[in-house]
């Protein structure tokens, strides 16, 4: 069987959702610091509805369509409650 992915790509692949990590992190304090402002608001709304909620539709498609784990479910509630519960919020 031929490895898909050699290590090296596992490794950098690892090094940039690493990085996406601290990014996404470093966002958050905009809402934190100046939790009405724009920018804070418009980062709750990307992160939160748009990307939890992408997410979860992303893992029921993955579970419904390459028959992955159902594992997976589990992600897209918690995801899909996420987007749901922010959503509510920023509505409010």
Known sequence: EIDPAPEAWRLVYADINGL????????YLIPYREPDSRAGRSYLWVMGPLLKGGAAVVFVLDYWMRQSSPGVLLFAASDGALALATLWALRA
């Open 20 to 27: 996406f990590l601290l990014a996404v992190a470093a966002g």
